[in-house]
């Protein structure tokens, strides 16, 4: 019975952050989501009177992202015709290019700021570097999803630092990037800028007019067969089984293989990657056989939007603020590097990458470093209002390469059980080796655009 309450008081805590936010004009311009600011009531609430809470309740609530951003991950892909990988990586290999930069430079400066600095100053764990990457470009949904890593590996610690170091990476990436934006016109490097004083006090607290509101998707079956909702649901259902299914059938695989292994590879191995790859077979099955007009594109975000609402409004509402207090200096130290590692991107490497529109295609990124993939799309939204750029293109291309690996995907959940397997150092070299080949195709992309 603790799921009816536990649901209450996330629907509560949503539209109290909807109230909070359309109250104070700060927080518009801020542009935090009405989740954040709906978790940071329940976190306070929890804080406060924490002893009166039933701990079933806070325990039950703990569950939810690690549910949800299964459910988030198996509609990656589902509803997009796929192009042929040979036009999206033509198309998206710059963009790609300083993603996959942003990236690996997370794990080169967390993982050697974990294991040179932090694990001997402050006696963290070496894995403690790990969580740039997985809170910064990851977000609350993969800390969520590696929950059960973090507890098969004794780290209970992790989940709530995680969550705390994803908070600050989305209100570093709207804060910072917002202060990148009013730079770059400054800069007159961007001039289709919409800001916030050219917006009208409907669109400034969030709510559409009541003529030209976007539809939430269309219905593709009859509703006397089977709700239009409710189908998709389903098909995000069956995504998700078939990734249990492979996360069982791996395990399977490794205990006949390596019996004696002392090792399990697998055994802390989170399940969300798996689902977004159980999303896409779905997606490439039904294209296969021609039916993949039964799968509404717009339904499938909205249901990815509804689970991402509740999961950030669960996850920060249950951080456990008494572990982040005692890491305090080392998630600040954290943080920093990662936020001055995202800001160089944009304001050194872009302008060599990108041969047009570099501020426009690098503020998408700089926003997904440091929160989520919505965070980089309200950037550029901000930017490029009308699209006038290949920005939205270019960024929407790399996601089907740069998804499936990094920011929640296959190397985001493998990492971390490697670096408790085989320790920080030999993961860390690895990853300053990727870094380094990611640096040299730059060089060359860099001294072929400019050619």
Known sequence: MTAIPIFCVLSLLLILGKGVRVMFPLLQRLYLPSSVIGGILGLAVVSCCGEMIPQEYITGMRK???????????????????????????????????????????????????????????????AFGNLLEIGFEGGHGTVGGMTESFLTFGWEDGIALGYTLATIGMVLGIVLGMALVNWAQGKQVIV??????????????????????????????FCDSIDSLAWHVALVGFAVCIGFAMLKGLQATEIYLFPHAKTRIFNGFPLFPLCMIGGVFLQQTAQHFRVHPLIDKTQMQRISGASLDFLVVSAVATIQLT??????????????????????????????????????????????????????LLLLRTVDPEGKTPAAASFGYKQLIHEPFMGGG?????????????????????????LVVWGILTFFMARRNNS
């Open 410 to 434: 296959i190397w985001t959940a493998l990492a971390l059980t490697l670096v408790f397997n085989l320790g920080w150092f030999p993961i860390w070299c690895f990853c300053c080796v990727m």
């Open 323 to 376: 572990v982040v207090v005692q890491n305090g200096i080392p998630l600040l130290i954290m943080a920093v590097a990662g936020a001055a590692w995202s800001v160089l991107g944009v304001v050194f490497l872009a302008p060599r990458i990108f041969k047009e529109a570099w501020f426009e295609r690098a503020i998408a990124e700089f926003g997904q470093s440091l929160g989520v993939t919505a965070t980089g």
């Open 64 to 126: 939810v992202p690690g549910f949800l951003i299964n459910v988030i991950f198996a509609t990656l892909f589902m509803g997009s015709v796929t192009p042929k990988l040979g036009k999206v990586f033509r198309l998206a290999f710059p963009q790609l290019c300083m993603g996959q930069l942003l990236g690996w430079g997370q794990y080169v400066i967390g993982l050697g700021l974990a294991g040179f600095l932090l694990a001997p100053c402050f006696g963290v764990p070496p």
């Open 192 to 221: 289709n800028v919409r800001s916030f004083k050219a917006r009208d006090h409907l669109e400034r607290i969030g709510i559409y007019r009541l003529r030209g509101r976007p539809h939430a998707g269309k219905q593709t079956v």
